[in-house]
């Protein structure tokens, strides 16, 4: 299919449902977790159409997926190939529970390469680019797909694992990198490490920077802090998992908006309380089937991200792959209640990115959960510290709140840097 050409609602769902009748009749019997799985549930012989789909499998969550490769370590079950025919290991990043292990074959990782080739000619990135990979390159899935499928698309690659910030910067420079490939929080503090060692980004050789990990990307304060600081670099945002790989590219129309690659994913939005599928404009929690991962698939997947659908059938861009305002909202496991309030990770860190003396930031939690405050606390930039700032952040954060958070100034440099996803809500 030609890259330009894109295709309308009833030509994706047919499509989808050419997938998934092979994929269900490949699981039975030679994957385990799914032949118990859909045992116990009286596995349905055929699938008409995706609402029949919808209705009659049952989804699939990570605390099943945990407790399998608890009983079945290291890997679990949830393999349709004999281990022999597994080339890759990957983990999850841990950074909210124990990391799970997943296993690729050649196969599952060529479907998610050229995944990646989607998410590329979306943002534009091509063979004329040189990338920058700022990550380390460790168990954790991070940019490895993304470094292995530009390669292939003949762009020069230059791998900055196991690099200082500043070694890293120095290479962006010395090699012209065009593409920057990081989270929104490190592509933040390089802003830093140039500003005290001497690199000027207004004369940068980025043009694109991809960001991922982290709802930051989607999110405009954020965004725009990176964009002003990166000499107007272009911000593109995409999201994915290492359970079902890469997901979504930021529309080329329209800024804060995602686009579920529909050619390789199911995607449902559903009732994280009662399971029900969401209407179009109501948020809920982003459903995932693998279309093409067939050696560890997953099965009507509950990621845990919180999303909206567009409620437009066609998107400005042309496109009718479903797409998600605002990106990633939230994880339904990261909203906390606060006197009464709901509030999540995105909402407070769009507060404070929109003040531009803040550098970083870290949300202080109560040791016992059953208590209902938290406090912030904030680092401004060397030499912009101000006596009213934390009276400012904290009428901010009443006004779009409703709640009085108290704000604390901390020195510069005494709150912790991330390279790959930050931790910035702890529990004391």
């Known amino acids: 299919m030609p890259p330009e050409t894109h295709l309308r609602r009833q030509v994706i769902a047919q499509r989808q449902i050419e997938l998934l009748r092979p994929l269900l009749r490949s699981l039975i019997p030679d994957n385990a977790f799914y032949t118990a799985k859909f045992e116990a549930t009286d596995f349905p012989a055929k699938v008409s159409h995706l609402g029949d789909f919808y209705e009659r499998f049952p989804f699939t969550t990570k605390q099943e997926l945990m ?114 490939f990081c989270t929104p929080t490190y592509a933040l503090h390089l802003i830093e490490v140039a500003s005290t060692n001497g690199f000027d980004l207004k004369t940068s050789p980025v043009k694109t920077i991809l960001v991922a990990g982290e709802p930051g990307g989607s999110i405009p304060a954020t965004r725009q802090r990176i964009m002003d600081a990166w000499s107007g670099a272009r911000v593109v945002d995409h999201h994915g998992m290492t359970e079902v790989g890469p997901v979504t590219f930021e529309c080329p129309a329209r800024p804060h908006v995602l686009h579920v690659i529909e050619t390789a994913y199911i995607p449902e939005i559903i009732d994280p309380a009662t399971g029900a599928q969401r209407a179009a404009g109501e948020s809920g929690e982003l459903v995932l089937t693998t279309l093409g991962r067939n050696g560890s698939p997953l099965i009507r997947y509950r990621t845990g991200d919180l999303v909206k659908a567009s409620a437009e059938n066609v998107c400005t861009c042309g496109r009718s792959d479903l797409a998600l305002e605002g990106g990633i909202l939230g994880r339904t496991d990261e909203m906390i209640v606060v006197r009464g309030v709901n509030v999540y990770p995105g909402a407070i860190e769009e507060i404070l990115r929109q003040h531009g003396a803040v550098s970083e930031y870290q949300v202080r939690l109560p040791a016992s959960p059953d208590l209902q405050q938290i406090a912030i606390d904030v680092e401004p930039f060397p030499g912009r510290s101000d006596s009213d700032l934390a009276a400012a952040l904290e009428g901010a954060l009443q006004t779009a709140l409703h709640l009085r958070i108290p704000v604390h100034m901390v020195p510069p440099g005494s709150l912790p840097r991330f390279e790959m996803k930050a931790s910035r809500w702890i529990r004391q």
Not at 74 to 87: A, H, I, V
Request: contains cysteine; charged residues 10%; aromatic residues 16%.
């Open 67 to 180: 407790a399998n490769q608890s009983a079945f370590p290291p890997y679990g079950n949830n393999l349709t190939f004999p281990l022999g025919r597994y080339t890759r290991c990957h983990q999850t990043s841990g950074t909210s529970s124990t990391p799970m292990r997943w296993l690729d074959t050649t196969e599952s990782w060529d479907w998610m390469l050229q995944n990646w080739s989607v998410i590329f000619r979306a943002s534009n990135i091509t063979a004329a680019d040189v990338a920058f990979f700022a990550f380390s390159f460790g168990p954790f899935i991070g940019f490895w797909l993304a470094f292995e499928a530009a390669q292939r698309a003949g762009i020069r690659c230059i791998a900055g694992g196991g690099m200082s910030s500043v070694a890293r910067l120095r290479n962006i420079f010395d090699h012209g990198a065009t593409v920057l």
